[in-house]
């Protein structure tokens, strides 16, 4: 797609960054924003999968960090933000409300084998 003369990615596809091949997202465009679901892999290991609001992980997803340790939930502007579960490296669970990226008073669950 074009606009005002400029291609724009627009649609499903692929982007690889020039700097880190190991960088890369694969999803949905919008006028050359990651808009919709998508999957983006971060060189360090770490990886969101998830909805995307004008390039931001924004309505459901999975973020897998590099150690393992995973959240699953609802993220607002690239945080995780409402009721969600994050699992640390050793397998203990934690739920309960993510507020901003931070989730105090969160309920300590179980420890799940691995």
């Given at each position: ?31 050359d924003m ?10 360090s290991g ?69």
């Amino acid at each position: 797609m074009k606009k005002d003369g400029v291609m724009l990615r627009h649609g499903r596809g692929r982007f690889v960054d020039g700097a880190s091949e190991d960088q890369t997202y694969e999803g949905e465009w919008c006028d050359d924003m990651m808009q919709g679901r998508g999957t983006f892999c971060y060189q360090s290991g770490a990886k969101y999968e998830g909805e995307f609001v004008a390039n931001k992980y924004h309505g459901h997803g999975i973020f897998v960090f590099p150690d393992g340790a995973t959240y699953e939930g609802p993220f607002e502007l690239n945080q995780m933000h409402g009721v969600g579960k994050y699992t640390d490296a050793q397998g203990v669970v934690w739920s309960g409300k993510f507020y901003n990226g931070v989730g105090p008073g969160l309920s300590h669950g179980s420890v799940v084998a691995k």
